[in-house]
């Protein structure tokens, strides 16, 4: 994460991190892709509550972008949930082959009372064969489970009572593909919680 005020990395996101307003100098913010040698482009995704897409041929890969090389344009980011994916490209179009896509799921909200933490979902195995649970370090009575692609594609979904056995809610993966994905549950109070998962079947 970087501030396009004075161009210097505030600190690396990783998944499910809640940043709170006290954790940053503003919501006028841009985002990093930090890469091998053997990369030479990028396309970065934002989903979530604001949606940006972009293509960067020319290191340092940023999000919205850096025009002059290095000084990062940034754009203001809303309360709310996103999720980044970095596609790392071998060449400097869309038609070279590309590396393994980088996804991470973050959340601004006004304050937390510890700062950045992470969501309490659990989920074994990981990565996923055939099924995984997920679980909780609290009691929680989930409403839905969705499972979304890379590219933000609703998969399938549960009723959380339908897949609820014990302490631990049970999803069957068998029809999936194997990749990256991205579980997102919602609880009956209207809370979400975030996860990047890997299939192997």
Known sequence: ??????????????????????????????????????VNSVR?????????????DIEPYALPSDVPIGDYRGQNFSLGSFTITGIPYLGNDHDSPTGTPLSVSFEIVESVSS????????????????????????????????????????ECDYKGSDVFDGNVYILNTTDLKSGTYFIVSHDVIGKSYHKQIMVKN
Do not use: C, W
């Open 115 to 154: 700062g950045k933490h992470t969501r309490d979902m659990l989920i074994a195995p990981n990565p996923v064969a055939s099924s995984t649970t997920l679980s909780f370090q609290k009691p929680v009575q989930l409403s839905k489970i969705e499972v979304f692609d890379i590219l933000g594609r609703l």
């Open 44 to 56: 970065l995704e934002l989903r979530g509550t604001q949606i940006g897409l972009y293509f960067d």
């Open 1 to 38: 994460l970087i501030d396009p005020v004075t161009d210097t990395p505030l600190f690396d996101l990783t998944d499910d991190m809640v940043i709170s307003l006290a954790d940053i100098p503003s919501t006028f913010l841009a985002i990093r892709a930090n890469t091998n040698d053997n």
